[in-house]
């Protein structure tokens, strides 16, 4: 096999096993939110845990295979809250954030609107679930949508207001 075709195969099969773990423990990070609010269950919560623990876990092994490609585990130590390069729509660090903070507030409401989070509603749509798949159709047009049009306008607004 070609190291061209290594990366794409290598996220199929991370992907799968992502899908299939997620699938199998029913893991819905708003939703271990909403139950640990509402009925003091952490079942789900769990899995939150874990997840944040492996992909620290995962950056970090990844920044000792690939330092070139991470410039350093404390990045944002050494940099701050510096301009990533390649930041959507040339934003700067500030309007980034914001952009962030917003879009994840959003994510959060629709989320529990529709009974779990995206990786949840991804999940669904592979097991027959209709809602879940017009949920899925609509974050893809969403992206394409932010991107084709929207990522320049919210530049330039950033730039007028002095972010």
């Given at each position: 096999?070609?190291?061209?075709?290594?990366?794409?195969?290598?996220?199929?099969?991370?992907?799968?096993?992502?899908?299939?773990l997620?699938?199998?423990?029913?893991?819905?990070?708003?939703?271990g939110?909403?139950?640990?609010?509402?009925?003091r269950?952490?079942?789900?919560?769990?899995?939150?845990?874990?997840?944040i623990?492996?992909?620290?876990v995962?950056?970090?092994i990844?920044?000792?295979?690939?330092p070139?490609?991470?410039?350093?585990?404390?990045?944002?130590?050494?940099?701050?809250f510096?301009?990533?390069?390649g930041?959507p729509?040339?934003?700067?660090?500030?309007?980034?954030v914001?952009?962030?903070v917003?879009?994840?507030?959003?994510?959060?409401?629709?989320?529990?609107?529709?009974?779990?989070?995206?990786?949840r509603?991804?999940?669904?749509?592979?097991?027959g679930?209709?809602k879940?798949?017009?949920f899925?159709?609509?974050?893809?047009?969403?992206?394409?949508?932010?991107?084709?049009?929207?990522?320049?306008?919210?530049?330039?607004?950033?730039?007028?207001?002095?972010?």
């Amino acid at each position: 096999m070609s190291l061209v075709w290594i990366v794409p195969v290598a996220t199929l099969v991370l992907g799968l096993i992502i899908g299939w773990l997620g699938q199998r423990s029913g893991f819905c990070s708003i939703g271990g939110i909403r139950d640990f609010i509402l009925f003091r269950q952490t079942r789900l919560l769990k899995g939150y845990g874990a997840l944040i623990l492996s992909a620290f876990v995962f950056y970090l092994i990844f920044s000792l295979i690939f330092p070139e490609a991470y410039g350093g585990f404390f990045w944002i130590i050494q940099n701050g809250f510096t301009a990533i390069g390649g930041a959507p729509a040339g934003l700067s660090v500030a309007a980034t954030v914001i952009c962030m903070v917003v879009g994840g507030i959003f994510a959060g409401i629709l989320g529990v609107l529709l009974g779990g989070c995206p990786l949840r509603q991804i999940v669904m749509t592979a097991e027959g679930n209709v809602k879940a798949l017009f949920f899925f159709l609509g974050l893809l047009a969403g992206a394409v949508v932010f991107t084709a049009f929207i990522g320049g306008w919210v530049g330039n607004f950033f730039d007028l207001i002095g972010l």
